[in-house]
């Protein structure tokens, strides 16, 4: 398989004793090797800024395998880019990154089943369920509803 210069490619292979090349490590072909190697410029990782001369059966292209969706490496980049913004902005820069791409929209339906948990928990309690029981509907209602707040703010505020 050839690869030209200039391709952005990410390592596949198994890696090799003592290399600080990695699985999902990315670089770019900066000479295609006579036969079937390529010369790669790393741009992440612990090999980065170095050139290797790396089996062209180790390396993936990575516009195809976007185009291709081959999941086998899709997961992998994203764990190698995510440890790439760990590395330079922490837990939160992570987080907030992930968030610009929106990838944690899930977390919305997370915090709905937790909010609801704790109104449902509070308002079977049978203590609180006698006090619930003498207000109307939307009393009883606007009771759950704040003490449901006000029981996640205090709980969690200072985590």
Known sequence: MFIAEGAHVAYIGEGEPDSPIVFGDEGHVILAAEGDGSHIQWTSG???EAISLISNADLQEIKRAQANLDESLEVPLQ???ARDIYDKSGSGGLLNSLNKEGRLGFFEDI???VVDGVYES????????TI????SPE???S??????TSLLRDSFGSL
């Open 46 to 48: 612990a090999a980065r």
């Open 79 to 81: 764990v190698v880019a």
């Open 111 to 113: 915090a709905q089943r």
């Open 122 to 129: 509070i308002r079977d309690q049978p203590s609180f369920r």
């Open 132 to 135: 619930l029981g003498q207000l």
């Open 139 to 141: 009393e009883a209602d």
């Open 143 to 148: 009771v759950l509803n704040l003490a449901t």
